[in-house]
Structure formats: structure tokens, C-alpha cells
């Protein structure tokens, strides 16, 4: 009954979330300067459009009616999937998106599975070894990766692995026999966190009481490390792996970019540079879908995993 009532208070949490989200994102467009259907007709090629057609757009857009009126029947149509169309290519924005998410959905999940190994490595080498080379070596190691942006990264791989060495290709069609350079460059930026995390977590469970008790009946260290301070310390970084997992879905447009990866990071650049105000709303509601569920699933494993957290009021 209790993890019925989490999963009840959780999923309310995330439904009042996405409304208050969906406000903002929707303001975007009644914000914005100028007439949104003025904005349309130049987008599909006619430069200086006559009153009367300005009119007529407005009208089958709906923009006269009250404000609150248009709010919820942009809702309606979101949660149906539909965005309207592109100011820029006239097409619908679902289908923009729907032909570019399978490439960021494949970048997303090889530089997570990436992220993961290398983090769990990293964090259990470096506490393993404490005050000890190995420990100062990672640590240094996560530094760096914190302190470079992925995109420098990713030129950085372009210019010594593809111009230098001939290995890769710098323009990607977003296959995955060439999704590995991409998925470096955004692994090393979230193995950084999650592995200084993930050692913090270890050596706190290595102060316990617990550990002291499990060494003095013979437990090597390693043991101790892999078997116990380990699986307590999944609860604390579930949470930092979601807000990973949702910075990935949203967040990889620089390396995308840079890679010519055809998923919805050039795209949505693009769409900003030119005001695509429909196609930045339904970008940014995935996004924002995409974290809270997540955040959403994490909370619930944790529940599952750690009682103390169910029991909470």
C-alpha cells in the first residue's frame, strides 16, 4: 500500500509539473514579437504578406480567440502529438521530429551504456585505492573531463583521430558503426560527475559502522567494496543518472552539430536561429517529458530499493 501511495503522490507531482511547464512553453509563442501568422506566411516564401492573408491565417489558426481559450486547445494538441506545422519547411512538427529522434535516441543509449561502464570503473578503482595513486589518478581524470566542453572534445577527436589518422569520418549519417565518436564525447562529460558521486558514496558506506563490522569477520576490502558499499550506494546516484539520462535526450545539440549527426540537435539549432517557435515548444516538451519521467522511475526504484524512503510521510 505504501509504494501504491508513492506511485500516486509521484505521478500527481509530474502531472502538476508538466502543466506548470506547459504554460511557459506555450507563452512562448503569444510572447513573441510580432504576428505569429506573419511569421508563418514569410517562412513559406512569401516575404511581404497582404492583410487579407495575415487575416485568413489568423483566423484558421485560431489566434482571436482568448488567450485561455488558445492555451487549452495547444494543450489538447499536445497531448495528442501535434505542434501545428514548422514556420520554416511547412511540414507538420511531429514528423520533423519523429524522423530525427531514432539518431539521438541512438546517440543517447550508447553514450549512456559508455557513461555507466566508464563511471563504475572509475568510482570503484578510485575508492578502492584511497590516498593511493590510482584514487589521485581518476580523480585527475574526471577533473579534466568536467573541465573540457564536449564540443571541444569533439574537435579535438576530429582533428587527431580523422584528419591525423584517417579513422572516422567527421560528418556522420547517424548509423551505429559510427555513433562510438559522438558517444565519447558526451560519456566523458557524465562519467565525471557520476564517478566522483559514485566514490563518495562508496567511501561513506566504508565508515559505517556496517563495513567496520564486515571487516573484522575477515572480509577483504574488495569484498566489502563490491558486495556491500557498491549496491547501497545505487540509491543516491539513481537520481544523478536521471538528470543524465534526460540532459542527454535534450542537451547533445553542440555535439550533434559539430558531428553533423542527423538527430534533433542541428535541427533544433537551426529552428532557433530562425524562430521556429513550433518546433522549439514541441523540443522543449519532449525534454521536459523526457526528465520527468525519468526523475519519476528513479524515485520509484529507489523506493523499491531502499525501505527507509517508503516509509517516509
Known amino acids: ?112 551504456v559508455l557513461a555507466f561502464v566508464l563511471a563504475v570503473a572509475l568510482g570503484v578503482l578510485a575508492a578502492y585505492c584511497r590516498g593511493r595513486w590510482p584514487d589521485y589518478g581518476t580523480q585527475a581524470v574526471a577533473l579534466l573531463s568536467a573541465s573540457v566542453p564536449s564540443f571541444v572534445v569533439a574537435l579535438l577527436l576530429i582533428q587527431v583521430l580523422v584528419i591525423g589518422f584517417g579513422q572516422g569520418k567527421a560528418a556522420l549519417d547517424g548509423s551505429w558503426s559510427q555513433v562510438w565518436m559522438p558517444a565519447v564525447c558526451l560519456a566523458l562529460g557524465l ?31 574488495w569484498r566489502i567494496v563490491w558486495r556491500h558499499a557498491l549496491p547501497n550506494s545505487a540509491v543516491p546516484s539513481l537520481h544523478a543518472l536521471a538528470v543524465g539520462v534526460a540532459a542527454l535526450i535534450g542537451g547533445a545539440a553542440i555535439v550533434e552539430t559539430v558531428f553533423t549527426w542527423p538527430g534533433l540537435g542541428s535541427f533544433i539549432v537551426e529552428s532557433v536561429k530562425n524562430r521556429d517557435l513550433p518546433v522549439i515548444q514541441a523540443f522543449t516538451v519532449l525534454a521536459t517529458l523526457s526528465y520527468v519521467i525519468v526523475s519519476v522511475l528513479a524515485d520509484l526504484l529507489s523506493a523499491l530499493i531502499d525501505r527507509r524512503i517508503r516509509v517516509q510521510p
Open 1 to 112: 500500500m505504501r509504494v501504491l501511495r508513492l506511485v500516486r503522490r509521484r505521478v500527481l507531482e509530474a502531472v502538476i509539473t508538466l502543466l506548470g511547464a506547459s504554460v511557459l512553453i506555450w507563452s512562448l509563442l503569444p510572447l513573441a514579437p510580432g504576428s505569429p501568422a506573419r511569421l508563418i506566411l514569410i517562412a513559406q516564401g512569401i516575404p511581404e504578406p497582404t492583410p487579407g492573408q495575415i487575416s485568413d491565417l489568423t483566423d484558421r489558426l485560431g489566434l482571436e480567440q482568448p488567450v485561455v481559450v488558445q492555451y487549452f486547445h495547444w494543450l489538447w494538441n499536445a497531448v495528442r502529438g501535434s505542434f501545428g506545422v514548422s514556420y520554416r519547411s511547412g511540414r507538420p512538427v511531429s514528423e520533423e521530429l519523429a524522423a530525427r529522434l531514432p539518431a539521438s535516441l541512438r546517440l543517447a543509449v550508447v553514450a549512456l
Open 191 to 221: 562519467a565525471d560527475s557520476w564517478s566522483r558521486l559514485l566514490r563518495a558514496n562508496i567511501l561513506t558506506f566504508m565508515d559505517t559502522s556496517a563495513a567496520h563490522v564486515l571487516r573484522s569477520r575477515g572480509a577483504t576490502r
